[in-house]
Nanobody, 123 residues
Framework: QLQLVESGGGLVQPGGSLRLSCAAS????????IGWFRQVPGKEREGVSC????????NYADFVEGRFTISKDNAKNTIVLQMNSLKPEDTAVYYC????????????????WGQGTQVTVSS
């Protein structure tokens, strides 16, 4: 059974850092597109960063502005999102997701999702 479990969310002050992890089980990440997405109440889920399975390169939403780094550890079957210089507007529930073939960082195209982890940036 394919499963994704996020961890690492929490409360952090503006300017602080958090490291989100997503442990995958029941399948291997190596051949999947992976992504981090986020959602706040009343708004649509949006892409934060993705790595597509064919190119292997990462892409980031404009609002990231060089503050976040996505990575995939195939040996540990884990996806990581390192978030630095966090802002209050980064407050959201963050989700990891995978898909066997989509090249785009579009939440509508991703098939398998974790349960989400809350990130709150506040002083």
């Amino acid at each position: 059974q394919l499963q994704l479990v996020e961890s690492g969310g929490g409360l952090v002050q503006p300017g602080g850092s958090l490291r989100l992890s997503c442990a995958a089980s029941g399948f291997t990440l190596a051949s999947y597109s992976i992504g981090w997405f986020r959602q706040v109440p009343g708004k649509e889920r949006e892409g934060v960063s993705c790595i597509n399975s064919s190119e292997g390169s990462a892409n980031y939403a404009d609002f990231v502005e060089g503050r976040f780094t996505i990575s995939k550890d195939n040996a540990k079957n884990t996806i990581v999102l390192q978030m630095n210089s966090l802002k209050p507007e980064d407050t959201a529930v963050y989700y990891c997701a995978v898909d066997p073939k989509t090249p785009q960082c579009d939440p509508e195209l991703y098939t398998y999702w974790g349960q989400g982890t809350q990130v709150t940036v506040s002083s």
